[in-house]
């Protein structure tokens, strides 16, 4: 191919026609309509929205007990190496493949994605992909909170690696080319229903089949105190950030128009959020009586830049607030219902991600602006801004079907790994827990001594985590200082045992010095020759011949007082 047939293609590509390149295997569908600068601005977002792992990693380890911070982590760990890996190997293929066997229900074709490097389409394509991953390993992190503290982390793994199943088919049918939602008009810009709905309801149906957590409400309904306060409210600044990107760099470019529209959508990501955070404030203040709840403010606000993603530029600015605010209500309000139910969710995904998901699908068809000249809503605007009903009616459909396949696939697919790998932990491992028990990490100062003591005498086999030791601790140096302080402490035995031995030696040779009283008058014996010491005060007796002393002395009774 020569300089001349790369500027055609190009050139083709710019304008966005659906045609294919000389030697390139693929249609070029929008989803690749990148320009140099486009291409630039979804790299640097999809980088940005990676770090959103770090924020929910922290997020999830602040709200489990400090027993299970670390495999929480690892969760999230495995759900970017596992979930990347089958994104890459199918998931992409099933949410925009364009082979000839591609329905309205499920893609095919693109598996494995690897382009050539004399593929014209080559850098759109990885670009593309990347931002779309960045999306799929969000939406199964999301799961690995509502899990916590009680799931056989083997299992989990296992169904990280297939939750991409549950992911991909329903991005397929909003952004997808063949997907049904997308060809009835469905808007959804930055995944409120594909991402957050999608893990929301998969964190439901998840905390659903496993269970409470031992012992959760034996002392009621309210919520268990946070492992890491401080970790948790840190999350939540990563994720705001992350979330700026998560938005506006869901224009997919800033060529054209479409720069005015990523400002747009920044500022009003925050503009929802400003109402999420003040409403959640509220909500707290008047439930506990004036002190202020951190899962209620950390939740609201979360739950508000959910409500804000799916039309995060086709809002104006009291709107955001607006729809900010009933995200923030909705979440704080159905929290504690969801523990009424006995569905287990320790940090709230299937209220924030799962209640505040659907009704940011919804608000897309009651807020929405026709962003002209851009057919995101192919022109179309929502029912409070002179709209008709369609939209909403199609929003409401979507909801609707992302609800269904989230909770019903994510029964499913527990249900198969139940059957390779029971899900729930050993209720044994679950009270020493997973960071011991799966990961060999032992905290100190958190109850586990107490913990293997009680669980001792049942048939447990307690010998591999016998000898582990606490981290934080460097067993070396404790060693080595444990031998120091056994030489100073015999070091100091010994000078006890002399400074006694010297004393005893001392008072044997001291010389007449002490004082008697007896009916307030005193006698005092003063020496008179060191080398004629006093022996006997009771017989009055003394060596030195020249010395003058009282030839008895009578036996002293109780009044007489010795004083050294």
């Known amino acids: 191919m020569n300089s001349s047939d790369l500027t055609n293609d190009s050139t083709t590509l710019l304008l966005g026609l659906k045609v294919t390149s000389r030697n390139s295997s693929y249609v070029i569908p929008g989803l690749y309509d990148l ?57 992409y293929g099933m949410s925009y493949g364009r082979g000839p066997f591609s329905n309205s229900f499920i893609g095919i074709g693109d598996f494995l994605l690897d382009p050539p490097v004399n593929d014209p389409l080559m850098g759109q394509i990885f670009a593309a992909f990347l931002f779309q991953l960045s999306f799929a390993t969000t939406a199964t992190t999301i799961v690995s909170g509502a899990m916590a503290e009680r799931c056989n982390f083997k299992a989990y793994c296992l169904f990280s690696f297939l939750n991409t199943i549950i992911y991909c088919i329903p991005s397929g049918w909003v952004w997808g ?15 409120s229903g594909p991402v957050h709905l999608i893990g929301g309801t998969a964190a439901f149906a998840s905390a659903y089949m496993l269970g409470p957590r031992i012992g959760r409400y034996s002392d009621g309904y309210d919520p268990l105190p946070l492992g890491n306060p401080v970790n948790a409210c840190m999350g939540l600044f990563v994720l705001w950030w992350g979330w700026l990107a998560f938005n506006s760099g869901s224009t997919y470019g800033v060529s054209g128009a479409k720069w005015q529209y990523a400002a747009r959508a920044a500022v009003m990501t925050m503009m929802g959020s400003f109402g999420g955070g003040i409403i959640s404030c509220g909500y707290s203040l008047w439930r506990l009586n004036g002190r202020m709840d951190i899962m209620d403010l950390i939740n609201g606000i979360l739950g508000s830049l959910v409500s804000i993603t799916a039309g995060c530029f086709l809002y104006r600015a009291w709107e955001a607030l607006v729809i900010g605010s009933i995200g923030a209500l909705l979440c704080v309000l159905t929290m504690p219902l969801f523990d009424r139910l006995h569905v287990d969710d320790p940090v709230g995904a299937s209220s924030v991600h799962g209640i505040c998901g659907v009704w940011g699908v919804i608000a897309v068809g009651l807020f929405a602006d026709n962003p002209v000249p851009l057919d995101t809503t192919n022109g179309r605007s929502g029912l409070f801004k002179g709209g008709d009903w369609y939209l909403l009616a199609i929003q409401t459909l979507s909801a609707f079907c992302l609800t269904c396949w989230g909770i019903g696939s994510t029964l499913l697919l527990l249900y198969f790994v139940n059957k390779i790998v029971p899900i729930r932990m050993d209720a044994n491992e679950e009270l020493l827990g997973a960071d011991l028990m799966e990961h060999r990490i032992r905290h100190s100062q958190i109850g586990l001594s107490r913990a293997i003591s009680a669980l001792a005498p049942i048939k447990i086999d307690l010998d591999k985590i016998a000898g582990i030791q606490p981290i934080g601790l460097n067993p070396g140096h404790e060693k080595s200082l444990a031998q120091l302080r056994a030489a100073d402490d015999k070091l100091q035995q010994w000078q006890i045992y002399l400074n006694q031995t010297e004393r005893t030696s001392e008072l044997r040779k001291k010389s007449v010095g002490s004082i008697f009283r007896r009916n307030s008058k005193t006698i005092q014996i003063t020496e008179r020759n060191e080398t004629n010491a006093f022996k006997d005060p009771y017989k009055g007796k003394n060596n030195d011949s020249s010395t003058t002393t009282p030839s008895r002395f009578t036996e002293p009774d109780s009044s007489f007082v010795w004083l050294d």
């Open 35 to 91: 320009s140099t600068e486009d291409t630039n601005w979804v790299l640097t977002s999809s980088f940005i929205i990676f770090t959103m792992q770090t924020g929910f990693g922290m997020l999830e380890s602040g709200c489990v007990s400090l027993k299970n911070e670390v495999n929480i982590m690892m969760k999230n760990v495995i759900d970017i190496v596992l979930g990347g890996f089958t994104y890459w190997l199918f998931g």
């Open 177 to 191: 080319e063949h997907g049904f939602l997308n060809q009835l008009g469905a808007v959804d810009i930055a995944g």
